[in-house]
């Protein structure tokens, strides 16, 4: 009877532990989902913004052709992908996204060269609500990544994985910046400035003694040439200074 009774209690334990992994998988997923939403309804927020700004920047920057395409392209390609994946995460996904943030970060920076671009409000508008997406998408993204790490982690993780298994749930998809040139950081080497042999002056650079080697002459400066001092014939001798020292002979 106490067996019976002990095998009932784990029973019951395993069975209540199962639906509490479950409902926890449940949680988890709903919550990916919602963090989602907020980074769909950003991203979707830029695609509206995207061709008023191609169309302000055309105005001012004829020169900037070549970008204002790109950033149109990328904005038609992630558009048309989001509509293939009803609005869900993807791998080719985020990486037509990272390559439109690049691009537009891009143009940004470029639009510092034109002075009367700068200065235009209607710009100026959207330069500020495309910088404020912009911090959106980020702080989302994180949010949803670590949403989406915790579920992952539970579902590779014993004894969790045999309630996923069993129900299905399949592991959800992060949404990365995997582009090269968005993750480095600028590059600037100190050393080789630090190593470049500083200029000598003229003088130095015209006259440079000769290294000194074993058994060598040591080296001796250059000596101005003296003219001998000639005295007339009826001048008196040079008057002797205490100390030993004889000036020189003056007229």
């Given at each position: ?66 970008t204002l395409e790109q950033i149109t392209a990328l904005r038609n390609t992630a558009r048309s992908l989001a509509t293939q994946t009803h609005g869900q995460p993807s791998e ?81 998809t992060y949404f990365e910046v995997n582009d090269p040139i968005v993750r480095q950081a600028p590059d600037v080497n100190f050393g080789e400035i630090s ?57």
């Amino acid at each position: 009877m106490i067996i019976l009774i002990v095998l009932v209690v784990l029973a019951l334990a395993v069975v209540l532990w199962g639906v509490g992994a479950y409902n926890g998988f449940v949680r988890s997923r709903n919550l990916i989902q919602e963090s989602w939403r907020q980074i769909d309804v950003e991203l979707n927020r830029r695609y509206e913004l995207i061709p008023n700004l191609v169309e302000t920047v055309r105005g001012y920057a004829a020169h900037e052709r070549n970008t204002l395409e790109q950033i149109t392209a990328l904005r038609n390609t992630a558009r048309s992908l989001a509509t293939q994946t009803h609005g869900q995460p993807s791998e080719q996904r985020a990486a037509v996204e990272a390559e439109l943030t690049t691009a537009v970060h891009n143009l940004l920076v470029s639009v510092e060269a034109y002075p009367d671009l700068k200065s235009n409000t209607n710009f100026l508008e959207l330069q500020r609500e495309l910088t404020d997406t912009e911090d959106r998408i980020a702080a989302s993204r994180r949010f949803y990544n670590a949403n989406v790490r915790d579920y992952n982690t539970r579902i590779e993780s014993v004894p969790s994985n045999i309630i996923a298994g069993f129900a299905k749930f399949e592991k959800a998809t992060y949404f990365e910046v995997n582009d090269p040139i968005v993750r480095q950081a600028p590059d600037v080497n100190f050393g080789e400035i630090s190593q470049r042999p500083a200029a000598a002056p003229e003088s130095q650079q015209q006259i440079q003694a000769p290294r000194t080697d074993a058994g060598a002459q040591p080296y001796q400066p250059p000596q101005r040439a003296q003219q001998p001092d000639v005295q007339p014939a009826d001048a008196p001798p040079p008057q002797q200074e205490p100390g030993g020292y004889r000036p020189p002979y003056t007229s």
